[in-house]
């Protein structure tokens, strides 16, 4: 699927939602619980549940991302199913730290 900047997507196994932030201009595999997401306007019933290894959930608030192919995105609502494309993990970022003000 192609994804673009300000794409809304959405799990077919379990609540997540996203939005996203940054992405490749080729094809990117963007699956939630082992899955392929889908539009936001295209969401349809849910059909099974999370597949092991991806059944570590997504927390709202997190951004996602992966730096090859350049891929972020945020969470908008959480869910059961972690975030991967194709079999390759989507690791939450971690915050950067602020310089100390001594």
Request: net charge negative; glycine share 8%.
């Amino acid at each position: 699927m192609i994804i673009t900047a300000g794409l809304r997507l959405a799990s077919v196994v379990c609540d997540t939602e996203i939005i996203a932030i940054k992405a490749p201009k080729e094809d990117v595999d963007l699956r939630c619980g082992g899955h392929p997401m889908v539009a936001l306007a295209e969401r349809v019933a849910r059909t099974g549940a999370p597949a092991a290894p991806h059944d570590k959930g997504t927390l709202i608030g997190k951004r996602y991302a992966l730096a090859d192919p350049a891929v972020e995105v945020l969470c908008t609502k959480a869910g059961d199913g972690s975030l991967s494309i194709g079999d390759v993990a989507l690791p939450a970022k971690e915050a950067t730290p602020l310089p100390s003000s001594d």
